[in-house]
């Protein structure tokens, strides 16, 4: 019996979404027509001065999410995604992100109780708790 393996098309519902100041999540829907076994191979580039790629993972076909970490902080991201048979890589699709800016911690003392001032969150929105030592 002969199996006809053609390239596969494109992977479908690519999103990007950031989680952190050095990671950002993919993910997507399989291809409707997935024309063999497959599976996906994920570029990543970094927008700047040259646009330079970083790396190129191949990801098995069970998975439809990925966390890539290890990242810049406050960097463009563009994200390529597509399917692969034996026949070839079928079409790609574009995700892009932006890592945020890691935010600095404030801690202050004061005579009789503690302030802890954080806001490392990417919304700006802070959380502020004021502990009594002494009651």
């Known amino acids: 019996m002969f199996v006809f ?3 596969p098309s494109a992977p479908r519902d690519f999103r990007a979404r950031t989680m ?3 990671a950002i999540q993919l993910t997507w829907q399989n291809p409707s027509s997935p ?5 996906y191979l994920i570029t ?3 927008e700047g001065d040259n646009n330079q790629t ?6 098995d ?4 999410a990925y966390t890539v970490d290890g990242l810049e902080e406050n960097t463009f991201y563009e994200f390529f995604l597509r399917a692969m048979t034996s026949a070839g890589k079928g079409e790609r699709v574009i995700a892009r ?6 935010r600095k911690t404030a801690c202050t003392a ?4 503690l302030q802890y001032i954080t806001n490392n969150d990417h919304c700006g929105m802070g959380i502020k708790a004021n502990i009594n030592l002494l009651d």
């Open 5 to 7: 393996v053609s390239v």
């Open 20 to 22: 952190s100041p050095t």
């Open 35 to 39: 024309n063999g076994a497959y599976v």
């Open 44 to 46: 990543i580039i970094a």
């Open 54 to 59: 970083i790396s190129e993972i191949q990801v």
């Open 61 to 64: 076909s069970s998975r439809t």
């Open 97 to 102: 992100a932006q890592t945020w800016e890691a």
């Open 110 to 113: 004061q005579c009789f109780g």
